[in-house]
T-cell receptor
Framework: AQSVTQLDSHVSVSEGTPVLLRCNYS??????LFWYVQHPNKGLQLLLK??????LVKGINGFEAEFKKSETSFHLTKPSAHMSDAAEYFC?????????????FGQGTILTVHP | DTGVSQNPRHKITKRGQNVTFRCDPI?????LYWYRQTLGQGPEFLTY????????KSRLLSDRFSAERPKGSFSTLEIQRTEQGDSAMYLC?????????????FGSGTQLSVL
């Protein structure tokens, strides 16, 4: 079975400082990994995805994530936080070989950005 | 707006009543998903349609739950004899089959409260 563990339920940063949201995965097969963001009263939005083409993945809004097989990690980073980044972030896995969008979500990390 | 639309946004019902939610996917998307999200958790997969065919149902979907997509366009999710444990956000997502590049677009969800 595949799963993801988000190591922090809440992360608080100051505007302009780096963001690090941690995610470890477990999968029996080569997984596809994603980060989604959920703003209040809005639908989940895809930030970026990893599908084995490159280990460093760049997404929207300046976010990026690095797939590290040896550490089974897929941490999300951003060099400089903006107030608009405040939201809940989900690390997501699809089992390798799955031909449709049966996503397994982590429990989420709430990011707070202080002025 | 041509995104995924869900109605109603909120539903309050008494225990034992039946409720029905509707999802209108992005028009050219042939795949449709239902997920459920409870407070403090990530979304959990419920079921998946390709066109009008329901191809997978999670064990989370008890006999009281039924989903349909009669013409391969909009979908409905019905819960019969609601229980307090059914209180959650019900999310719909759609996608277009693209080998190796599945991207789900989520609606804003229907928040169900069972009193």
């Amino acid at each position: 079975a595949q799963s993801v563990t988000q190591l922090d339920s809440h992360v608080s940063v100051s505007e302009g400082t780096p963001v690090l949201l941690r995610c470890n995965y477990s999968s029996s097969y080569s997984p596809s990994l994603f980060w989604y963001v959920q703003h209040p009263n809005k639908g989940l939005q895809l930030l970026l995805k990893y599908t084995s083409a490159a280990t460093l993945v760049k997404g929207i809004n300046g976010f990026e994530a690095e797939f590290k097989k040896s550490e089974t990690s897929f941490h999300l980073t951003k060099p400089s936080a903006h107030m608009s980044d405040a939201a809940e972030y989900f690390c997501v896995v699809i089992r390798g070989g799955t031909s449709y969008g049966k996503l397994t979500f982590g429990q989420g990390t709430i990011l707070t950005v202080h002025p | 707006d041509t995104g995924v639309s869900q109605n109603p946004r909120h539903k309050i019902t008494k225990r034992g009543q039946n409720v029905t939610f509707r999802c209108d996917p992005i028009s050219e998307h042939n795949r449709l998903y239902w997920y459920r999200q409870t407070l403090g958790q990530g979304p959990e997969f419920l079921t998946y349609f390709q066109n009008e065919a329901q191809l997978e149902k999670s064990r989370l979907l008890s006999d009281r739950f039924s989903a349909e997509r009669p013409k391969g366009s909009f979908s409905t999710l019905e819960i019969q004899r609601t229980e307090q444990g059914d209180s959650a956000m019900y999310l719909c997502a759609s996608s277009r089959r693209e080998p190796g590049d599945e991207k789900l677009f989520f609606g804003s969800g229907t928040q169900l409260s069972v009193l």
